[in-house]
């Protein structure tokens, strides 16, 4: 995806969807404070989200994923799953796991859902709903058994905090009992709930390293068998490389605003006043501005600028 001008892209590759704000559960580091009551009152209805997936089919975009709040508790979104499979697209879905009963799961084997990332933060129930308070350690290991039951295995996502972090490698070590195809973490991400707690939840560089190590032993010495996945660089890193090689990837958040990235503000598209393609165009053009690029250089100096991260809002500059 880096390396070629956004100019070059007719169309997104990649469509990050968030279909609500709302989840059950409250997790101490969720990047969009996501939680029960977090829905946003604006939020796409049915008929509107229908528009957008018909609008990404016929964009040609290749590739859709689904993330938190949680999708699976939004009352029509196997209709806008379904729809989009049809057309051909691949499906990615980041679940709590808590929705993925047996029918669900076989719908989503019915879809071919590429990949289903369900987050894990403990091998136990206490170490998990700790850092996941209202969420469901049963319930995601269930989603998870049915999910490889069906050949569809999940991958397991964890999230590193001070709470959690020396549960790692054993986390690594159920899911591969449990038969998930790749464990996949990375240093906590400063947004969202984490970038507000910020001093409390996160682990201080060395302990995090120290911990990728044992984690990486631990994959050794089980022998491989389940993909490990560790992301290299933390979210100042991430948005340097953006600004100077922007994906073409579009988040769509739940009231159709477009954004950059989750850990940018920006929102320079708005699908209730512009067709996708509209949106893509100012998205592309939102990338060259000097205001999105000096925000960025602001957030080195300013960490906690990050906490705008789950804003929208809209450029005061156009190119
Ligand atoms: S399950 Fe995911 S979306 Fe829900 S609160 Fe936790 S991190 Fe956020």
């Not at 206490?126 to 999940?154: C, K, Q, T, Y």
Request: net charge negative.
């Amino acid at each position: 995806m880096s390396g070629r001008s956004l100019d070059e892209f007719g169309s997104p590759l990649f469509l990050a969807w968030q279909l609500t704000n709302r989840c059950e559960a409250n997790c101490l580091a969720c990047c969009e404070e996501s939680g029960p009551d977090k829905g946003w009152k604006d939020e796409l209805n049915r008929d509107e989200a229908l528009h957008v997936a018909e609008q990404a089919i016929g964009m040609g975009i290749p590739y859709v994923a689904f993330g938190g709040g949680e999708p699976l508790s939004v009352p029509f979104c196997w209709d806008i799953f379904e729809k989009l499979a049809a057309a051909g697209i691949t499906l990615k879905l980041e679940t709590n796991g808590r929705h993925i009963d047996d029918a669900a799961a076989d719908r989503l084997q019915a879809m071919q859902v590429q990949c289903v990332q369900i987050s894990v933060d403990g091998s136990t129930a206490e170490v998990h709903e700790r850092v996941r308070p209202g969420s469901s350690f049963d319930a995601a290991l269930a989603a998870i058994d049915r999910l490889v039951s069906r050949g569809l295995a999940p991958q397991v996502v964890f999230s590193p905090t001070r709470l959690n972090v020396d549960d790692m490698a054993a986390t690594y070590e159920l899911a591969k009992q449990h038969g998930c195809s790749a464990f996949v973490t990375g240093p906590l991400m400063q947004l969202g709930r984490a970038a507000w707690a910020w001093d409390t939840l996160a682990c201080d560089e060395e302990t995090w390293r120290d911990a990728a190590m044992t984690l990486r032993a631990r994959a050794i010495a089980l022998g491989g068998g389940l993909m490990l996945s560790i992301y290299p660089w933390g979210i100042l890193t991430e948005l340097d490389k953006r600004i100077e090689s922007p994906q073409a990837m579009m988040l769509v958040v739940p009231n159709g605003r477009v954004k950059l990235l989750n850990a940018l503000p920006f929102a320079p598209g708005d699908l209730r006043r512009m067709t996708l393609a509209e949106a893509w165009d100012a998205y592309r053009q939102a990338w060259k501005t000097d205001e999105v690029r000096d925000f960025i250089a602001r957030c080195q100096a300013d960490p906690n600028l990050l906490r705008h991260a789950n804003e929208t809002w809209y450029l005061r500059e156009t190119v």
